[in-house]
Nanobody
Framework: VQLQASGGGLVQPGGSLRLSCAASGSISNINRVAWYRQAPGKQRRLVAVAGGGITRYADSVQGRDSVQARFAISRDNTKNTFYLQMNSLKPEDTAVYYC?????????WGQGTQVTVSS
């Protein structure tokens, strides 16, 4: 299984980006898709996860009223690709973002894509 992440870049605060993760190989039994991020000097942390009919987001990417997340994870099974739509970006969202698959209880990682939020 190979994962290719893309879509990162430099964006101003309040802007949006959509990250993509294209999967190839034996991916017929995906248990879970997820995005993590790692800021400089910090541990890699979960941002969003979807699997088993459940989608969850880290508190740090919740919206102002915590009802709707600023980020949205989605999948396109026809393209073997999953996404992270990121809206209302903040400087604290700056990090390297990694996509992750769990297939039959085994994790697979993409190479990471840099997201920088700065004016």
């Amino acid at each position: 299984v190979q994962l290719q992440a893309s879509g990162g870049g430099l964006v101003q605060p309040g802007g949006s980006l959509r990250l993509s993760c294209a999967a190839s190989g034996s991916i017929s039994n995906i248990n879970r898709v997820a995005w993590y991020r790692q800021a400089p000097g910090k541990q890699r942390r979960l941002v969003a996860v979807a699997g088993g009919g459940i989608t969850r987001y880290a508190d740090s990417v919740q919206g102002r009223d915590s009802v709707q997340a600023r980020f949205a994870i989605s999948r396109d099974n026809t393209k073997n690709t999953f996404y992270l739509q990121m809206n209302s970006l903040k400087p604290e969202d700056t990090a390297v973002y990694y996509c992750n698959l769990i297939i039959e209880a085994k994790p697979y990682w993409g190479q990471g894509t840099q997201v920088t939020v700065s004016s």
